[in-house]
Nanobody, 114 residues
Framework: QVQLVESGGGLVQPGGSLRLSCAVS????????MGWYRQAPGKQRELVAL???????TYRDFVKGRFTISRDNAKKRVYLQMSSLKHEGTAVYYC????????WGQGTQVTVSS
C-alpha cells in the first residue's frame, strides 16, 4: 500500500518562504512523474507543479518564478520550495503522481497571513 506523507507546512507571512517535503513509501518512485497539488478552503484541489521522472519541471502560471519542485529518487522524496508566498497560497498541499494514481495523503497546511 502506497503511503504519502507531506510535511513542512506552517504559518508564514506574505513574502515568506517554506519548503515542503513528501515522503513516498510502499511503491517504486523513480519511474513516476510527481506533482504537488493544493486545495484552498471552499475550492477544488488544483495542480501546482510537476516534475517528470527525468527531472523536467512544469509550473502553473500562478507560481512560476516563485516555487521550485525537485525530487530525490534515492530518498523517494519530492520537494516544493515556495518563496514570495501570497495570501492566496493558503491551502492544504498534497503530493501525488502526475496522474494522481495513488490515494491522497493527509497533506500539509500552509497558511499565509500577517
Amino acid at each position: 500500500q502506497v503511503q504519502l506523507v507531506e510535511s513542512g507546512g506552517g504559518l508564514v507571512q506574505p513574502g515568506g518562504s517554506l519548503r515542503l517535503s513528501c515522503a513516498v513509501s510502499g511503491s517504486s518512485f523513480s519511474m513516476y512523474g510527481m506533482g504537488w497539488y493544493r486545495q484552498a478552503p471552499g475550492k477544488q484541489r488544483e495542480l501546482v507543479a510537476l516534475i517528470s521522472n527525468s527531472g523536467t519541471t512544469t509550473y502553473r502560471d500562478f507560481v512560476k518564478g516563485r516555487f521550485t519542485i525537485s525530487r530525490d529518487n534515492a530518498k523517494k522524496r519530492v520537494y516544493l520550495q515556495m518563496s514570495s508566498l501570497k495570501h492566496e497560497g493558503t491551502a492544504v498541499y498534497y503530493c501525488n503522481t502526475a496522474t494522481m494514481i495513488w490515494s491522497w495523503g493527509q497533506g500539509t497546511q500552509v497558511t499565509v497571513s500577517s
